[in-house]
């Protein structure tokens, strides 16, 4: 049984993981939610530890993983920006500031850059709606962005 | 004298800068006899952070205070003399936004402290379960029937008649969810409420239970709201110790537990039977519909899942009357209903206004109109499953059904204002790109049939579409509709299918003449100096990113439209107003 992980300190964390939580399988999305919390993104040892100590197969696991957004099975950047665009945002011009973050970041939505810094994430609506164009910088909300703004923003976030 | 300092601590209060006022009245306020509390949003997001004064009972309003203005405020407090600037109510603009309001869902909002459970009592909350208790269950669902309210969600169904199934159903085991998945783009009313009121919801959830028999209860609540998961977890944990949930209720001998489940992102489980299976811990996927919930929902037992803003008028309408709340109506619509007005409006908020009242009152009274300058186009109700009503129908009234048959839907509450800077294929595209990516997959019809939607839309706005594309277009809306098992299918197509009808030319437009009307549509558009208007300051030049302008210093510049991104950033930049969009 053992041997399905690589290590027994996975195992303990498992163990730790799924005492907290719980290890029924109505509990699998609050499971994937402590492992992401502790980790940064579904690690896949961890999920198969869990899987191990709960008798709940990895495949189910993954399957739910893979259907609600909130999940990620890369490790977060430094840095995480959400780009809004909920309708408002939208309406107000999130589009032109979404090009502008992944021209300044060299990479597209959903990804995070090869240096580890940077995140960027496209997010539905952060219900600021009053602030339109918005950005979440590490949880932290910035409202009626402009393209020179963001990118000094994440100048700043760079050093 | 007493002295309360009051500070909103809503998520848009926060993101103004409400903490920071916040965390300076905190460090400065001293051992006087000044109090320091907060309450969250109380809807007139515009004037965020907003910050009251309350001195011997009587209330001033600030607005836009930041830690400078805190700093004359705590002065003004000391001295006995507050600042006369800043005062909301005595600016026109805030008496218009209030004006028509009529406040029953968001009765506390902005106005308690939700983290105290005795502020709510205080206001008469759990009076209306006190209530509910002396009476049967029955009695309770009569006098909701009677009241008239419907489910907030959207979908409009008469709240006491869903009761009814439920307590009509067979089993000893029932459940009572909450519908706190607020998915919809530009929507924030029940993020408001949970984060303003909690205790209402709470309230509303147990006169629910009471009425219908159900003994468990959960409130599915989105992990995007972080602060509302936190206050309602605070306020359940304060109604426990208070035997508001429990075992053996006020020695009632009910018994009513209540979870936090916690959303992980899929707009499809707003849909009931999908956010059943999402609290079984499974892929939120809907299911064929009979069973309802109501004979099978949660763990295969009977369920009623209402939303938030539908719970928080329950225990409003035990405590005053059902005529209270019916006494505002239109047509088949009692009550009141809570709208999040954003877009392209001068005031922008949270509001609450009684059946009947006009989108026009809305968004001119209350809004203010145009906050550009440019004319109003459009608003979009009910988000992704909802439709764009033209400024034409403006004056139609806030009715389920009036609203229905213009195309839309009435919705949870998103209203977004656009004005003639918004192109409304590009609108049409980005609520069907929304859908597309939130179809669960089930239905063939949406997974595909929404993609087919899609490119065309895309083809289009690349200035590639045909004539015929706007056929094929109107069948894929139909049949998706048609064929989809769920909600989100179902209704997938109304914002094609709203602008093809009311903004078709503009369609047309960009098939045909290979123009997009409202200069958004990039392919479709050039951008041009106007030479008289150009004083040659080079400013455009130089945040150009691909080098397209040239020209030399005091002569108009030109753009060579062969390098040209169309990014604007030359007409962000132009001080002179002399780049256009053609």
Partial sequence: ?159 | MKTDIIVGLGSCGIASGAQEVYDFFEKNIGGSDVALKKTSCIGICFQEPIVEVVINGVKTAFGKVDTAFAEKLLAGVRSGRLPETNRIFDDEGTKSFVGPQVKIALKNCGKIDPENIDEYIATGGYEGIKKALAMTGDEVIALLKESGLKGRGGAGFLTGQKWAFLKGAKGDKKYLVCNADEGDPGAFMDRAILEGDPHSVIEGMLIGAWATGADEGYIYCRAEYPLALKRLKIAIEAAEKRNLLGDNILGSGKNFVLHVKEGAGAFVCGEETALIASIEGKRGMPHLRPPFPAESGVNSKPTNINNVETYANVPRILTSGAASFNKYSYGQSFGTKVFALAGKVKRVGLVEVPMGLTIREIVEKIGGGSSTGLPLKAVQMGGPAGGCIPESLFDTPIDYASIGATGAIMGSGGMIVMDSSSCMVDVAKYFLQFTQAESCGKCTFCRIGTKRMMEILERITQGEGTMEDLALLEELADVVGKSSLCGLGQLAPNPVKTTLRYFRDEYIAHIKDKKCPAGVCKPLITIEIEKEKCKGCTACSKVCPVQAISGSVKQPHVIDPAKCIRCKMCIEKCKFGAIRVI
């Fill in chain 1, 1 to 159: 049984m053992k041997d399905k992980c690589c290590c027994n300190g996975v195992l303990d964390e498992a163990k730790e993981v799924v005492a907290h939580i719980g290890g029924t399988k109505d509990r699998i999305i609050p499971l994937l939610q402590e492992i992401q919390r502790r980790r940064g993104y579904l690690a896949e040892d961890l999920v198969n530890g869990v899987a191990e100590v709960t008798g709940i197969k990895p495949a189910e696991f993954f399957s739910v993983g893979t259907f609600y957004s909130q999940f990620r099975f890369t490790p977060l950047g430094k840095n995480i920006v959400k780009m809004c665009k909920g309708t408002a945002c939208f309406v107000a011009g999130a589009d032109p500031l979404i090009d502008a973050a992944e021209s300044y970041l060299g990479i597209k939505s959903g990804e995070t850059t090869p240096d580890g810094m940077f995140t960027l994430e496209i997010v539905s609506c952060l219900g600021c709606c009053s602030l339109a164009p918005v950005v979440m910088i590490n949880g932290k909300v910035y409202g009626k962005m402009t393209r020179a703004r963001l990118t000094q923003l994440l100048e700043e976030y760079r050093k």
